[in-house]
Structure formats: C-alpha cells, structure tokens
C-alpha cells in the first residue's frame, strides 16, 4: 500500500468530547427552582415542571420548573422594579456589567458549548466554534454601545420593560442577540428560553449573578407557550423581541395589537443559495454544506434553496452528492461530526412529513447511503430534485436537514425564483465576478446577502428579515434602536372620524365655479371607483368642494400603480433630492393658495396658515436634501470580509396622515417616504382632503414619475384597514384614532407588513422633533450584505 491508498483507507477514529463537567453541573443543581427571578431562584408558583431530554439518545436530561402566567407577573414586577436605577445608571457602568458578562462567559465557555450541543443535538464543533464565541462578542460590543450610549442616541430613552421569547436552534446565541442590546440600552428584561433547550440559559443566569448583574435586571423564565403568552399580554412589558416561527409571530402581531408596544420579529426563512456558471464550485459546494446542513438544517437563514444555473446545474448536483456522502452523521459531543440529531422527535417527524409530501409533488429525494445512529432524532441530509416552484420543499420552511434544488437560465430569472417566496431572511449568492454578485443582491428581497459565503454573522452588523421574516434588526447600531424610543412630540389624542368630521350644513356661496377634486393615481386623476363623492366642510360650515370617496378598489387600483413604477425606486438618491426640491419649489409658487385654503378649512388665522405652508416648504427642502445623505454603513467584522449595511426602501408603503395641521402633517409624512426612495398610497386628511387634492398640480409639475404618489381621499378609517389587509403593500403608516391604530396593526399580519402608528395620538407637525431621521429609519429596510476579500 503506498502513501496515496493509505491516506484514502485511513478512517476517522472517535474524537470524543468529555461531558464530566456538564454531567457534574446537571447533578448538581435542583431544576424545579429554576426560574431566576429578581437575583433569586424560585419553582414555579404551580410547581409543574417539564422534561428536557437529550436529542442523541432521548434519555432524560432535567425536569424544569414551569413558569405560568402568576411567576410572569412576579418576573415582571422585578423587571419593573429594577428598572428606574438601571436606566438612571450611568453608561460606564452597565458597560462594565456587560463587560463582566461576557468575560464571564469566557471562562465558563467550555461548559456552555458541551451543554448546549448536550441539550439540543448540534455538534460541538459548531457549539464551541460558532454559537458560543459569538454570544461572548455579542456581550463585549455591546459594552461598548452602552457607554456611548448618550453620545450615538440623542433624543431617545429605554424602552422601558423588555419580553423576550426564542427559540430552541441556538439557544445561547438568541438569549445573547436578545439580553445585550435590552441591557445595553438601560432596559430590563424578562426572557424566556425555548422549552426543548432550557439549560444554557439556567448556566447564562449563575453567570447574571456572579458577574454582578442587579437583582431584576435580568429574569429568566422557563416554560412553554403558555409563559410566552403571558410575556406578550402582560401590560407591564413595554416592548416584545421574538425569534421563532412565522405563524406564532403573527399570533403575537395580533395579541399586540393596539398596546402600544414596541415589537420586533425574527421569523423563519426559505432562504436562497444562488450559483452561477462562473462560481468556484468546490468552494460553493463547501458553503452549501455550511448552509444547509450547519445545525441540522434548523437555522432560520438556511440556504435551504439551491438555485443553480443550468449550464453547470448536473456537475454541480454530482459534487454535491460525492460531499454529502462524506458527511459525517453521529453523536453530537464527536468532534469530527458534521451532523448531529435533531431536536426532538416531534421535529423529525415534521421534517419526514414535509419530505414525504415534497416527493407526493413530485420531487426526488436522495440520501448518503450511511449508517445512522439507532438512538436519538437523527435524519440524513437529504437532497430534493426535480422541485418545482410551488413544491411544499420550495415554498414551506423545513428546518431540517433538507435541500430543494432548482436550476435557472440567466440572472432575472434567478432574481425571479429567489424572490418567489412569502419569506426574506437572508440569500447566498456564488459567482467569480463580484459585479454580478452587486448586482444581484440589491435587487433580493432579504435582509442579509452573503456573497461567495454563508451564515456569517457578528455583533457590529445587523441581522433581520423582510417580508413574513419579520421586522427589526438585532446587531449593531440598528439593532440598538429596537431597544431604545424616539422623543417624538406627541399630540393630542384623535377622535374617531364619526365624531370630528360632521356634514356641511349650509351651501357654498356660488361665487366659485364648482370643482371637486378626483383621486389621484398613476400620475393621473381618475374618478372613484363608486361614483361616490364626499362634501368637505369649510371651518364655518358650509361647502368648501367635494372630493371623491375612494373605496377597497381604488385603493387596490393605487397599490398597482406604486407597484408599477420601478422610475422611483430605480432613481438615483440626487434624482430623488432634486425632484423634492421642485415640488419644494413649486408649492412655494403657490404658497398663498395654499394658505387662504387652510384659512377656509381648518379657521387658522392668515398668519398661521401661511407659517404652515412655509414649514410644509421647509420640510420638503429638509428631506430634499437627505435624500441622498441619510446613506448605510461599512462594517469591518472579525474577519476578512467587508458588510455593506445597505439602506433599502420598504417598498409601497401607505400612509394615513391625520387632520391636525393638514398640509404639514401629510408633507411631514409623504416626504420622507418618497425620500428613501418608497412608492406611496396617500389617504389624507378625511376632514380636509382639499390640501391634498390641491396639490395635484404641484406633484405633476414636480417630475415625480407616474405612480410614485398616489392619493386616494375617502373615509380615513375604512381605507386603512383595506391598506392594512393588502398583500402588496410592504408598509404603513396611520396617524388616526386609537381603535384605527389597533385594528391596522391586527389586520397587517397578512404579510407582516411594518406598521407605524401614533397608537391613536397625533404629533405636533411643527416640531422639529417631527422630521428627520426617526421618519427616514421608518422608511427604509437595512440590507447586510457582506462580501469576502483575500485569495
Ligand atoms: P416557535 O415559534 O414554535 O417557538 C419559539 C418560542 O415561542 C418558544 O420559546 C415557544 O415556547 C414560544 N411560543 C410558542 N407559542 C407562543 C405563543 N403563542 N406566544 C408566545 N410565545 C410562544 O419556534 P421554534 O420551533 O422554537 O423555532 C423555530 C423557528 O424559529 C423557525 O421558524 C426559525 O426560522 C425561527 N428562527 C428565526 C431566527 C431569526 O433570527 N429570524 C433565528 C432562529 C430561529
């Protein structure tokens, strides 16, 4: 036998990683008083428990106390009482108890990484490598976020009371996404961890108390839905972080609905792993192992889409199948396994359920002829061809080991398939010619792009969804504002249209010649879909004009049209400055117009009128000149990579402006949406729509390309709700009445849009607290798209 044949016979021996220290920290601590609750450790009030068991070999790991709603209410009155100090605590401080948290962390880091593969089945290379050093940096840079904390967030505060609810696949790392920014922003915060994976969490608490965290900052739950529910309903929690899946997102969506809450969503994924015939294949091969076969396939941003180009579509599949057959299948504490067991049994039989299913649809599923363990939940990376687009493996998140494969002609068509789901976690686009790879990721509808790599993730950059992924960043600067809330000049609370906009009673005077205004939409003014029209009252009563009373199909009829125009998106950021400042300029042409049609419909006198318009002016002049300053960031994370943290816009988004200060209100709010480049459904005022419908003339003479703003007048309450339920529209705003807000944000949950009310209060348009980067943030997605360099 030479050296070649001995090297190709040499076989992987055992590389076992001792569990004595995790098997000595389970025998030595009482899981029925498991819940951490203000710096003490108490069972829960019903003193029901429930089993964690190991995913290798089913046996029984701890049986957990299980919170209720009463050890909720209990967690969360420590939160709450913890809470004035530790938000009053200067920035150097919580920096250090962040510091000490994650250098904590390091000394015990080890016993976390054999714990957590020990409880959730991922293998210890990827605990101790990836999940566990990650959690520790996430700690050390947000030490650093919280003393700057004064400096980088002017003119916002600590959200106040924070729940936090994860998920099982990487249960130290999302506790770590979740508690650093929350502390580093001076909020408290009651977590609870997934009841498949409770153990690092417990390990994470000891740590709270030996690193000096203060009793109550820091209170972790263990439990079911059951304890999450009551995190999400409890009134004393100011602001909801959850990762997990999209259907319970929406649960939460809606159970939020109207509380005032700040929310934010990390939801599932179908994510795409793009190759191009000029891709290096082996090292995309490589990446492909790393992006759907890390963790089992349970990780939410898993390539679990391969879009592959035709001309290299059957080599590159070959490759593929020689790769999988060297995946290593076995025990999670082997240090040479490259795939664990799943998380439990109920998981593996929705993954066979799902493949099952795929291949009813016709797909081929293919597996490694090898020899799997004959405990725990292990399943065999699996391979589907032969997927069609609308193939249950296409389209539904398996969150397992499974790979769709599909191949594609040339660029617009991969673009077209990856973007052919309800999902926008994150896409991995492979190819040698970095033009084509920019290219391409803009124009993903996700919110991290990886190019030539994969599920590369750090502190300093964001990480979130679009679409049904959900909404929020956690990481980085973006992340921090999740935790933190705008000082926004509130006003005061609006009444129900019902109550505010009584009929005209009396006649117009028949001096002017009769008008009434039509809808505007796709740059030209069209008659209501009903042939309806509503009287517009002027301040003393009587008819100032009528205006057409939009309904579901012109608002359906707006949607397409903003859709459809790609002129405004597409345009330069120095395009879109220069047409805000003719409309600018065109609406100071007719500034006098505008103030005696304010002085007619709302009964300003003549002076404040004419200051409204001229800060009307203003703020298109300010969002004029943004437009093309408020830009994204480079990162430079731990590695040798550049993160393009990109600022994209939402897309169509409607906005339903209030009736206080009407011209302001809606400019404040129509601008800097069209700014960031969105497309926009505008319903105004329902009291005054004159000021909108006026400035028809002002918009069509301003270059604003057909479609860009569309303005539908009507009844504000009813066409909200048609916006809100509308697939296609990506985001909306409603400054309306308290039980409006509500209803727009239970209804959104169709698409998950991002919902921004004023939670039935308007604001002083006139402040300068009302424009500027608090409006451009709300109108923009970030994308990361991270992009390697070196041979
Ligand atoms: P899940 O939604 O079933 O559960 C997540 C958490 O929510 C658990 O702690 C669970 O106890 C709790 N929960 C369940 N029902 C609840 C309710 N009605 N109210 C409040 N809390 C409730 O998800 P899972 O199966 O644990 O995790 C897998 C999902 O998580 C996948 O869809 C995956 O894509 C997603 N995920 C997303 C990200 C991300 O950053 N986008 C990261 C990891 C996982």
């Not at 960031?633 to 550049?642: E, I, L, N, T, W």
């Amino acid at each position: 036998m030479n050296i070649l044949e001995r090297y190709h016979a040499m076989e992987y021996g055992p590389a076992p990683e001792a569990r004595n220290e995790a098997d000595a920290w389970l025998a030595s601590r009482d899981f029925s008083k498991a819940l951490f609750i203000d710096g003490a450790w108490k069972a829960a009030a019903s003193g029901k428990t429930f089993d964690t068991s190991e995913p290798s070999s089913g046996k029984l790991l701890a049986k957990v106390s299980d919170a209720g709603a009463a050890d909720i209410d209990t967690a969360v009155a420590a939160a709450a009482k913890a809470l004035p100090k530790w938000s009053a605590s200067s920035g150097y401080a919580r920096a250090k108890v962040l510091y000490a948290i994650g250098r904590a962390m390091q000394r015990h880091q080890r016993l976390f990484a054999v714990l957590e593969s020990i409880d959730n089945g991922k293998p210890i290379r990827e605990s101790r490598d990836i999940d566990v050093p990650l959690a520790i940096r996430h700690f050390i840079h947000h030490a650093g976020w919280a003393q700057t904390l004064d400096r980088d967030f002017p003119d916002h505060k600590p959200v106040g009371v924070v729940g936090q609810v994860i998920p099982w696949n990487f249960p130290l790392l999302m506790l770590a996404w979740k508690i650093a920014p929350a502390l580093a922003a001076g909020c408290t915060v009651v977590l609870k961890p997934a009841e498949f994976t409770p153990l690092t969490a417990i390990l994470f608490a000891e740590i709270c108390e030996r690193a000096g965290v203060p009793k109550g900052v820091v209170n972790i739950v263990q439990g079911g839905p059951e304890a999450g529910a009551a995190i999400v309903n409890h009134p004393g929690v100011q602001k909801i972080a959850f990762t997990g899946s999209s259907e319970v997102g929406k649960i939460i969506r809606k159970a939020t609905a109207g509380s005032g809450k700040k929310l934010s969503l990390e939801l599932g994924g179908k994510s795409a792993f793009i190759v191009f015939e000029d891709a290096d294949l082996d090292s995309a091969v490589e990446g492909l192992v790393d992006g759907i076969w890390f963790n089992q396939g349970q990780v939410c941003c898993a390539g679990s889409r391969l879009l592959v180009q035709e001309g290299i579509a059957e080599a590159f599949i070959a490759k593929v199948k020689v790769r999988m057959s060297r995946l290593r299948v076995g025990s999670p504490l082997d240090k040479n396994t490259d795939i664990g067991p799943l998380v439990d049994r109920t998981q593996l039989d929705r993954v066979k359920g799902l493949i099952a299913e795929g291949a009813k649809q016709g797909a081929v599923c293919w597996q490694p002829d090898a020899a799997v363990p004959t405990t725990g939940y292990y399943h065999l990376p699996t391979l589907a061809t032969g997927v069609s687009p609308a193939n249950i493996l296409a389209q539904e998140e398996v969150f397992g080991p499974v790979l769709a494969t599909m191949s594609f002609r040339n660029t617009e068509e991969a673009i077209e398939l990856a973007n052919n789901t309800r999902y926008g976690l994150a896409a991995s686009v492979w190819s040698e010619n970095v033009n084509l790879a920019l290219h391409v990721a803009p124009q993903l509808k996700a919110g991290v792009v990886w190019v030539n790599g994969t599920n590369m993730f750090d502190a300093a950059c964001g990480f979130g969804g679009y679409r049904e992924s959900g909404f929020g960043r956690e990481g980085g600067r973006e992340g921090m504002f999740e935790y933190l809330a705008a000082k926004l000049p509130v006003g005061p609370a609006i009444k129900p249209a019902a109550a505010s906009s009584a009929q005209p009673v009396e006649q117009a005077d028949g001096t002017a010649i009769d008008r009434t205004a039509k809808l505007f939409i796709g740059g030209k003014q069209a008659r209501p879909d009903g042939n309806y029209s509503l009287a517009v009252a002027t301040a003393k009563g009587k008819l100032a004009g009528e205006v057409g009373l939009g309904n579901r199909k012109d608002i359906r009829d707006a949607v397409a049209a903003a859709r459809a125009c790609k002129a405004w998106p597409d345009a330069t950021a120095y395009n879109r400055s220069q047409v805000l400042y003719y409309f600018a300029e065109n609406l100071s042409g007719r500034a006098d117009e505008f103030a005696a049609r304010l002085v007619q419909l709302t009964g300003v006198t003549a002076k404040a009128a004419r200051e409204e318009v001229e800060q009307s002016i203003e703020r298109l002049f300010l969002y004029a000149g943004l437009a093309d300053k408020f830009e994204g960031r480079v990162h430079q994370p731990p590695a040798r990579v550049v993160t393009l943290a990109l600022h994209e816009p939402v897309g169509v988004v409607g906005i339903v402006a209030p009736d206080n200060q009407p011209l302001l209100g809606f400019i404040s709010l129509v601008a800097p949406a069209l700014a960031m480049g969105n497309t926009v459904v505008a319903v105004p005022s329902e009291r005054h729509p004159l000021l909108a419908t006026d400035l028809y003339q002002v918009i069509e003479y301003s270059d604003l390309p057909a479609g860009a703003i569309n303005i539908v007048t009507g009844r504000s309450a009813e066409l909200a709700g048609v916006l809100a339920k509308h697939d296609d529209v990506d985001g909306l705003w409603v400054f309306a009445d308290a039980d409006t807000c509500a209803k727009v944000e239970a209804d959104s949950i169709g698409n998950l849009k991002r919902v921004w009310t004023g939670n039935g209060r308007t604001l002083d348009w006139a402040s300068n607290e009302a424009a500027g980067e608090v409006f451009l943030r709300r109108a923009i997605e970030v994308k990361n798209v991270w992009v390697p360099y070196g041979d």
